[in-house]
């Protein structure tokens, strides 16, 4: 995943989670079928760019993907799980955020980039914080920074510091990324049983998770200002 590192640190890996807990599979399918959704995604948006360095960075960061789709890949075979149809499972969860989520410009394609993909990166790092280390590993190399940032933030900035209306538009698409996210996490979380006991493990339980989901909207604050869209 093109995300960035969430602005919170990780808690450190529980020992007490076994490795053979059913929700870890289920949690490397879905960030399996994430990983393939973002490679299409990304190349499709690269058509956007206005200028070569653009589509070579979205070029960049979709060729990323399909790393991390390997690691997942070879994790869930390392279970004895087959990944296609386990992450197929997901299809239309993720397919659903792309398409409510779809973007009109070049400068959507940069912030749906930045802020949706480090949301993600938040809700899914939330999780490997309970994770034995093993599986820890597998969950941070996928949401591993590739060094992209910088240009989607330079961009973005400089778009918006001459141009208010700009500014305005940008602000309300990221507001939109941030309730689409959190709606499809919690679809996610109601549909898959064994994924809500791994996020109940990471939180500390209800009262955690909805603490954890008020995160999320500051950290989204947070990488709002990084744009230049506060």
């Not at 779809?102 to 480090?118: H, N, R």
């Not at 900035?157 to 309730?179: F, H, P």
């Not at 939180?203 to 995160?215: D, I, V, Y």
Request: hydrophobic fraction near 45%; charged fraction near 20%; aromatic fraction near 6%.
């Amino acid at each position: 995943m093109s995300s960035m590192q969430p602005a919170g640190g990780p808690s450190q890996p529980s020992p007490g989670l076994s490795a053979d807990h059913p929700g870890i599979t289920e949690l490397f399918a879905l960030l399996a079928y994430g990983e393939v959704a973002a490679f299409y995604r990304l190349t499709d948006e690269a058509r956007m760019a206005p200028d070569l360095n653009g589509r070579i960075n979205m070029a960049t960061m979709a060729a990323a993907e399909m790393g991390h789709y390997e690691l997942l890949r070879d994790a869930l075979e390392r279970r004895g799980v087959d990944v296609i149809p386990a992450m197929s499972r997901y299809a239309s969860l993720l397919e659903n955020y792309h398409r409510l989520t779809t973007p009109s410009t070049w400068l959507e394609a940069l912030v749906k980039t930045y802020v949706g993909d480090a949301l993600a990166a938040d809700f899914y790092l939330e999780i490997a914080g309970v994770l034995p280390l093993e599986i820890a590993d597998v969950v941070r190399g996928v949401l591993s920074e590739t060094c992209h940032s910088q240009f989607v933030i330079e961009e973005v900035r400089s778009a918006v510091s001459t141009s208010d209306m700009q500014r305005s538009r940008l602000a309300l698409w990221s507001r939109r990324l941030l309730g689409e996210a959190i709606t499809q996490a919690q679809y996610v979380l109601a549909e898959r049983d064994d994924l809500v006991d791994l996020m109940l493990a990471s939180t500390g339980g209800l009262g955690q998770l909805a603490e954890f989901f008020e995160h999320l909207q500051r950290t989204h604050a947070e990488r709002m200002t990084q744009l230049g869209l506060a």
